[in-house]
């Protein structure tokens, strides 16, 4: 099975543009969780979707939302983007449906984003 | 959600035992106790998963006492690959994973 693809891996923009990231699951993969990794704030949370809904939703201003589609491809959108948002953002997905504990998280290898 | 606390760093060398061990106090009785590996520049990677007790798959074990306030991951002879930072995360049956700083585990030759 393919893992988790992120597109595109690697991107760089400038303050105050727009920036719109892709996440496509494993196959057969319903849950998609987004997380944001910096050297300062360690791995955050970001949201999570299920059958196109966001379920969970972590600490971060309304410029980040996200997206899922019925074939459960997520996007996440990162508006007037700031210096700090420069990170390596994660995409996961997840087999099991939500109210089941100890679900396996699937990483994707990431889209490092810098903001100049 | 319950904080985990782990050492910042450990040092080994090939052919070890590492032993890391997380606290979680506030760990509530839904909670599973699971463990990620991560490399530079990629996404962490899944290790093992517990409830109580010990469970062993093929690359660790995990041991967790009665009162499930700490556990402890094992690392078999652990190889230079093995470097990387290890997250000990309390999970409940949602999907919001919350990691700590993670302990960097330095193996050497």
């Known amino acids: 099975k393919a893992g988790v693809t992120q597109t595109p891996r690697y991107l760089i923009k400038t303050r105050g543009q727009q920036v719109t990231l892709s996440c496509s699951p494993i196959s057969g993969h319903r849950s998609v969780s987004w997380y944001q990794q910096t050297p300062g704030q360690g791995l955050q949370f970001l949201f999570e979707?299920?059958?196109?809904?966001?379920?969970n939703k972590g600490n971060f201003p309304g410029r980040f939302s996200g997206r899922q589609f019925s074939n459960s491809r997520s996007e996440m959108n990162v508006s007037t983007l700031e210096l700090g948002d420069s990170a390596l953002y994660l995409c996961a997905s997840s087999p099991l449906d939500m109210g089941l504990a100890g679900n396996e998280q699937f990483f994707g290898p990431g889209t490092r984003l810098t903001v100049l | 959600l319950a904080k985990t606390t782990q050492p910042i760093s450990m040092d080994s060398y090939e052919g070890q035992e590492v032993n890391i061990t997380c606290s979680h106090n506030n760990i509530a009785t839904n909670d599973y106790i699971t463990w990620y590996q991560q490399f530079p520049s990629q996404g962490p990677r899944f290790i093992i998963q517990?409830?109580?007790t010990k469970v062993t798959n093929e690359v660790a074990s995990l041991f967790i006492p009665a009162d499930r306030k700490s556990s402890t991951l094992s690392l078999p002879r652990v190889s230079l690959s093995d470097t990387a930072v290890y997250y000990c995360l309390v999970v409940t049956g949602f999907q919001k994973l919350v990691f700590g700083t993670g302990t960097r585990l330095l193996v050497s030759p």
């Open positions: 517990g409830y109580k």
């Open positions: 979707y299920f059958s196109e809904t966001q379920r």
